[in-house]
């Protein structure tokens, strides 16, 4: 039996079902019987949840008043002319009324620095990040506490809101992701003392509840320094935050060096190079992009448990919205609806966000990058 | 051993060396030297300690007794010498090994501009030149995955050589490649050969140490069996053990 093919076969479509709008239903949403009674039963859902909401929040809700009577009409839905009416509250909190345009200043300028950042390959790009890690928080500190350059003092104290939110986040941010690169290093070092030493830290803080690290650096922190000294609650909260945090993300990065083989360091050492120098140019590059998923994961929770400094008595975005229910000029029976779901979306439209641009960051990095 | 000026000629000695994996002995007694310009094919059956045997020699693997002297550099614990052996011994891996998140060219300047400390315009250069003689130039901006097996390995030759090395460590370098492309792979290797280069090849490409070789070794249980130049070793091995693995080897 032999057999010589005469001429290639030519490509032809695909069969209809399989491609297109049809397809796609065909194989998302009724692909089987189970599937296809899953698919209605969402339907359903989605019709007795999504219009009432709508009708609350959109076409029954009160936009505009400037007291309790406006919202205590009958039927009425969210009651947004609350959070209009405390807006500027839910931002800065008691910030000196007169000194707020410091904080829009600086959210302006981080938000101007991030934006142009994302954009990605532009002319510069270097120095804009040697900007926005190393002059702005200088900038910013500057700015929002004063005292200095002819800028009026803002206490700490007075700090809250939004701005209290982000200072929080992003010190802690900034600051426990190189931390936590050095303690998984550490953990993996071939020095017994190094890595005794990062795992009984790494350790010691995973197993302690936010809050409790929160009490200590506010409540009994103040017992054990010597008497008279007396150092920011802000600072002490941001300390224990980022020390906290820097423990979790030395788990993350320490699953990115797991994933690198072997090779790479045989490979790197064989070049010559040394410790500093492989993990520096060969290693974590690599391990860091790996793990930008679980990174972006620990910034999301990270930036949510920053309301946790209301129980020291720290007053963050949360906190504001909550502090404003016990107004009686508003006392209203929507009231408190109202501000959780507009801190929800706030804080939902920050975390989405984080979460798209840790996406897009992933998806540029990875252009032929992938290993064969 | 004595202090002649042979000495400066040896390009490798190793006196005595053994080496355990826990309990299990993977190098046995080694005694082997090697002169400048010389090049040695390594083989036997797999789990024979070659692999474990050039390792050694760039101290990716440590051994635990004798000496082994590189360029005239004794290597233990002084990690500083131990960098500056490696800057002079280049090495090419059975899984290429290169640095996926870096282009071609940057995977072959990384370390001339970081360990040699070269002028990154120089560094290039050299770079583009060693590519240019793998026949890999025209890829130089693309990234390893987007390479063909033998193409990474033709980088991950030049990217030994642009470090200007004195010795070349092989080990398999050809044993994860389909057929085609072995070849493209052992005209580089043999062209090396020819400029002079030290070189030590752990390969079951008989053909290529035929062509190549100044003296084939062959291991088995951690030890050299035996040793020989290469047209004696093919037509005439004498120990049983060798008879046994060149006529498995050969037979297809």
Redesign the interface.
Known sequence: MSFVRKSYLPETSPPLLSVGVLGWLKANLFSSVGNTLLSLLGLYMLWVIVPPLIEWALLDAVWQGSGREACLVENAGACWAFVAAKFGQFMYGRYTFEERWRVDLVFLVGALTVGLLMIGRMPGRRYLAVFGLVIYPVLAYFMLTGGAFGLVEVETSLWGGLLLTFVVASVGIVVSLPLGVFLALGRRSKMPVMRTLSVIYIEAWRGVPLITVLFMASVMLPLFLPPGTNFDKLLRVLIGVTLFSSAYMAEVVRGGLQAI?R??Y?????????YW?TNL??IM??AL?LVIPGIVNTFIGLFKDTTLVMIVGLFDFLGSVQVNFSDANWATPQTAASGYAFAALVFWIICFGMSRYSMRLESRLNE????? | MSDTPSENLMAIEMTGVNKWFGAFQVLKQIDLSVKRGERIVICGPSGSGKSTLIRCI?R?EEHQQGRIIVNGIELNHD?KRI??V??E???V?Q?F?????LTILENCT??PI??RKLPRAQAHDVAMNYLERVQIADQAH??????S?GQ?QRVAIA??LC?SPEIMLFDEPTSSLDPEMIKEVLDVMIGLAGDGMTMLCVTHEMGFARTVADRVIFMDAGQIVEENAPEEFFNHPQHPRTREFLSQILSH
């Not at chain 1, 045989?266 to 040394?274: D, F, N």
């Open positions: 083989p090779g790479q045989e490979a790197a050492s064989a070049l010559g190079l040394g120098r140019l060969i590059p690599q992009r032929g990058t992938r290993r064969a | 760039n990716l990690l960098d500056e490696r800057a011994v280049g090495m891996f899984s090994n290169l640095f996926p998140h990384l370390a970081w360990v693309k990234f390893p995955g987007q390479l097996g990474q990217r030994a470090m």
